[in-house]
């Protein structure tokens, strides 16, 4: 696999993710680094893109998510937050933000400069990017992911519980 690489400049803070897994942290910007991966299973992927912010157990306490603005929502309570139903289209949606993909030239200056903040990158243009040719691997990767996401599922809000 030839090795690419998609940067993602927003909001607060430089977060820079390196392949070493090493976190910098500097005012103003902040920076992400995604490089494709082999493996197509869900947990893998987790891993690779999702848990810097949402925490290892999706509960939405990873590294990175002390420098945003916006609180990491808890992954586990999908479900129950939604009367017990999990929409793989919804979350879906929530994973690829095409709609929040930036249309003008403004809004690319804007979110480079902080203007406009993009709390949560969106992933269908970065996974278009990282990996182009693989169509299909992307739809599986897609599908293992929300599979995954799913089974991380608790059936009962913990801050509800007595
Ligand atoms: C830079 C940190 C960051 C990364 C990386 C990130 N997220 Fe998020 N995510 C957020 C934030 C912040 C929100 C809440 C605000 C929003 O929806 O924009 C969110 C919201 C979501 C939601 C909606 C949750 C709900 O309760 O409705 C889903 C689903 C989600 N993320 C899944 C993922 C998946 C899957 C990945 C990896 C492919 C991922 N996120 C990577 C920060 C992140």
Known sequence: MIPRTVVIVTGAVILAVLSAAVVL???TVKR??????ASVRGVD???AYCATCHGDDGKGQGP???GLKVKVPDLTTI???NGGNFSFGAVEDSINRWKQVPQTMTDVLDIQQGRQALPMP???PIFAQLYPQE???RRMRMSNLISYIKSL???QDPAQKK
């Open 135 to 137: 169509v299909n691997e």
């Open 25 to 27: 942290s500097q005012a």
């Open 153 to 155: 599922q608790v059936a």
């Open 79 to 81: 479900a129950i937050r």
């Open 122 to 124: 969106a992933f269908g």
């Open 64 to 66: 990175s998510a002390a």
């Open 45 to 47: 992927v987790y891993k």
């Open 32 to 37: 992400m680094t995604f490089r494709p991966i």
